[in-house]
């Protein structure tokens, strides 16, 4: 029976940013698998999958922040209409959206006037990546958001432990999957298939070994513009501190799209030592094993850093919003960090379990936030202590253990199989099955 019903069945992938695109790609395979017509728009990824291109550029609407889509509205604004348009026209029987809700919601709703205005049907929607609401520190604001998302979803598909409490408080109707944490259950499913070893700090012996450092500057080109070069020179800050030069020091600077990739190059030169790889074109077990190899990793905030944590490198964050989005972020949300391991961390572990793990009341993995914090030498002295601290590694190494298999697919099962049945059930209209 479960087979039969999904014969014919047709969903539209809609994911505005990198990360979604992943997401979105993982979500389109499993669902292929199942004999699913999928069509999509998103990134690289995506149309690796589906064998069509997007019907507009991922990297134009990848925006983050409140003055940053501010300045963005005019181009975003006609990716919507684009977007809406396609998805109009692709009669599909359920419409994903994945993560970048501002983006998303808009495409959505203008898809929906076309559909009605021309009486069409409009299908239902499952949002995959639920809207922060555990972050939010007005009470009055959670329960807005939370109806607002329950009145144009049929359904969530949620990536932390977070969402379900505070959707379940606000809209008990509401279906919420917990399918965990996609782009880490894939690398802990090849470390319990033996492709990755365990979480585990690679520790540079001196300077009689070369020094390797990640760079990840994020997946945006808003984060690239900054965080590309502040990361290089910090770098260069950590050799010299070490009483390296630059020839006994490999960057390993991870892209993630080729146009981000193709600026790293273009940036860096020929600079002896670096190397730029693409994060989309890398497999799981490739991605994992160039971050074990990595002493130590300078990121942007964002997917990267649960699971640089989760293979135990050495890490520190930053993120460059302007002071504008620092201040309205701090007054809308009451949350201090932005690394979802440090926040994880001072949900689940007591004042005795953070004593018992050897780490103290701040945030483990180091976090330089917003555009007044994003200072080099700060930034370099965090990495060089990662480097020469043994308690430093050895605290996030804890974090780790406490919070990555949180980030695990439910039973280790893999989180795009879950989604993949939770949209199936949902345009079978058998909403339990999603609970």
Do not use: C
């Not at 993630?256 to 890398?282: C, H, L, Q, W």
């Not at 103290?360 to 060089?384: C, M, Q, V, Y």
């Amino acid at each position: 029976m479960a087979a039969a019903r999904r014969v014919g069945v047709k969903v539209a992938l809609v994911a505005g940013e990198p990360s979604g695109d992943g997401l979105g790609a993982g979500l389109a395979r499993a669902l292929q698998k199942r004999g699913v017509e999928v069509v999509a728009l998103g990134g690289p990824r995506m149309e690796a999958v589906t064998g069509v291109a997007s019907p507009i550029p991922l990297d134009e609407v990848a925006v983050m922040g409140f003055t940053e889509v501010i300045s963005a509205l005019p181009r975003l604004r006609s990716h919507v209409a684009a977007a809406a348009r396609w998805l109009a026209e692709t009669e599909a029987d359920i419409v994903v959206t994945v993560d970048a809700k501002g983006f998303n919601n808009r495409v959505v709703a203008r898809a929906a006037e076309e559909l009605v205005a021309s009486g069409r049907p409009v299908p239902p929607r499952l949002q995959y990546v639920a809207p922060s609401l555990w972050a939010w520190s007005s009470p009055g604001r959670v329960a807005r958001g939370a109806k607002a998302l329950a009145a144009s979803a049929a359904g969530v598909l949620s990536v932390v432990p977070m969402d379900a409490p505070v959707l379940a408080a606000a809209v008990p109707d509401l279906p919420v999957t917990y399918i965990g944490y996609p782009a880490v259950a894939g690398l802990l499913a090849a470390q319990r298939s033996g492709g990755l070893g365990s979480a585990a700090s690679r520790v540079w012996a001196g300077p009689a070994e070369r020094l390797t450092i990640g760079i990840y500057p994020g997946s945006r080109q808003q984060e690239v513009r900054v965080l590309l070069p502040l990361f290089a020179g910090v770098a260069g800050r950590v050799a010299r501190s070490l009483g390296l030069d630059a020839a006994d020091v490999d960057l390993h600077i991870v892209a993630a799209t080729e146009t981000i990739a193709d600026r790293a190059k273009a940036y860096m030169g020929n600079e002896p030592g670096v190397e730029v790889f693409r994060a989309s074109m890398a497999t799981v077990h490739g991605l994992g094993s160039a971050m074990q190899r990595q002493h130590v990793a300078l990121a942007a905030s964002g997917t990267v850093v649960p699971q640089l944590v989760a293979m135990g490198t050495p890490t520190v964050v930053a993120f460059p919003g302007s002071w504008l989005t620092e201040h309205l972020a701090r007054w809308l949300t009451k949350v201090s960090w932005a690394s979802l391991p440090n926040i994880l961390y001072h949900e689940h572990a007591s004042p005795d379990v953070a004593k018992s793990m050897g780490v103290g009341a701040d945030a483990p993995i180091p976090e330089f936030l917003f555009s007044s914090a994003l200072d080099a030498d700060g930034i370099a002295a965090a990495a060089t202590r990662l480097l020469a601290d043994d308690d430093a590694r050895a605290a996030q190494l804890a974090v780790s253990s406490l919070t990555t298999p949180l980030l695990d697919g439910p039973n280790s099962r893999d989180p795009s199989e879950l989604a993949a049945d939770a949209v199936l059930a949902t345009v079978a209209g058998d909403s339990r099955l999603t609970h």
